[in-house]
Every structure is written in structure tokens, then in C-alpha cells.
T-cell receptor, first 113, second 115 residues
């Protein structure tokens, strides 16, 4: 398998649930990212990891908790979300941080009910 | 602060017609600029990028963009639209200029292609 793979593709969760989004890259990249894509809003960068260390956290609420156990895997742990958190969550990777070409996964469509 | 503005959230063209998607940027330092495309239910894919070399940049699928410093623009064009070009297109700029920082995206322009 090649590229950036995200699972699940779709997720419906209640506000009291705990769930996790998974991202895996098979490109040998050292940087990984979480983005949030909401309707009628620009893509929002949430977190940046470089060599498994978090290097950026763009004022994201604590109900979103990222984890990067190794350079190939990135998780986004979710708990006590709000309906306004419903969005497409995109994972991306790049060779290094900085503005090199980023490769995106297909995203997880999250609906909070 | 760096930013991009995409004029027109929705553009519709006929098959075979010229495609022009507009992007203007604001940057206090020499920018790196990008165009990405997103097909339905897919992630984003890089079309092309400007990194301070040639001002006319050619990308995949017949798209190209021209960096115009005097107009602070980086418009995306394709001479002849194809049905398969229907997608959403995003312009992006580096948030710290040059090769540093992260990508700041515009709100996107949805391109429709009529037969």
C-alpha cells in the first residue's frame, strides 16, 4: 500500500463518546499533519509533528489529542466533542516540515450528534 | 501575516473553454505559492508550486499558473476544460514566507464543467 491512508473514512459519534482517527503513511516522510476542513471555511492546520515530536499546536481545544508513536503513524484521539466539530479531518505528510510538497489522505468524515 | 484570497467560490465553464481560477496573496516576504485540487471524497493533491524560480509554472493535468508580483496574483489556468477537471481548487501560501512554515489555504473554488 502506498501514500497516506486514513481510517475510518466515516465516523458518527455522540458527544460523550471517545474515538480515535488513524493515519498511516508509507512514503518514508518525517513530518505529519492534521487538518480540519469545514464547509465554507479554509483548511485549518491543527497539529504538526516532526520526527514524532509535536512542533505546532494551533490553539486546538484539548478535546482533540494527537499522538505520533512513530514517523509512519499519527492518531487523533477525540473525546466529548461538540456538534461544531463535525468536519472532514485530513492527515498529510511531507518529507520534512516547512513548505515542501504535502501528501494528503482521503480524510475522515466526522459527524458529532 | 501571509494570506491568500480566492475570488469566486464557484466557477462554471463549458467543456473545451478556458479555465481561470483567481488567487491573490498577501505576503511580507517572498512567498512560496501552491495550487491543490480536491476531487469529491478525496484528499488534496498538489497541482503545481511556485518557489521563486520561473514565474510561469506548469503543473499536472495541463494546468499552469503565473506568479505576478506587481499584481500579487497567482492565477490558475488551463486552455481547455475537461469534464474530469470538475473539482475544488485551493490556493495556498507559506505562512512564514519562502520554504519555512506551514501552508495557509484559501477557501477554495469549486469548478463545474458543463458538457
Amino acid at each position: 500500500e502506498t501514500g497516506v491512508t486514513q481510517t475510518p473514512r466515516h465516523l458518527v459519534m455522540g458527544m460523550t463518546n471517545k474515538k480515535s482517527l488513524k493515519c498511516e503513511q508509507h512514503l518514508g516522510h518525517n513530518a505529519m499533519y492534521w487538518y480540519k476542513q469545514s464547509a465554507k471555511k479554509p483548511l485549518e492546520l491543527m497539529f504538526v509533528y516532526s520526527l514524532e515530536e509535536r512542533v505546532e499546536n494551533n490553539s486546538v481545544p484539548s478535546r482533540f489529542s494527537p499522538e505520533c508513536p512513530n514517523s509512519s503513524h499519527l492518531f487523533l484521539h477525540l473525546h466529548t466533542l461538540q456538534p461544531e466539530d463535525s468536519a472532514l479531518y485530513l492527515c498529510a505528510s511531507s518529507q520534512v516540515t516547512g513548505v515542501t510538497e504535502a501528501f494528503f489522505g482521503q480524510g475522515t468524515r466526522l459527524t458529532v450528534v | 501575516a501571509q494570506s491568500v484570497t480566492q475570488l469566486g467560490s464557484h466557477v462554471s465553464v463549458s467543456e473545451g473553454a478556458l479555465v481561470l481560477l483567481r488567487c491573490n496573496y498577501s505576503s511580507s516576504v517572498p512567498p512560496y505559492l501552491f495550487w491543490y485540487v480536491q476531487y469529491p471524497n478525496q484528499g488534496l493533491q498538489l497541482l503545481l508550486k511556485y518557489t521563486s524560480a520561473a514565474t510561469l509554472v506548469k503543473g499536472i493535468n495541463g494546468f499552469e499558473a503565473e506568479f505576478k508580483k506587481s499584481e500579487t496574483s497567482f492565477h490558475l489556468t488551463k486552455p481547455s476544460a475537461h469534464m474530469s477537471d470538475a473539482a475544488e481548487y485551493f490556493c495556498a501560501v507559506s505562512d512564514r514566507g519562502g520554504s519555512q512554515g506551514n501552508l495557509i489555504f484559501g477557501k477554495g473554488t469549486k469548478l463545474s464543467v458543463k458538457p
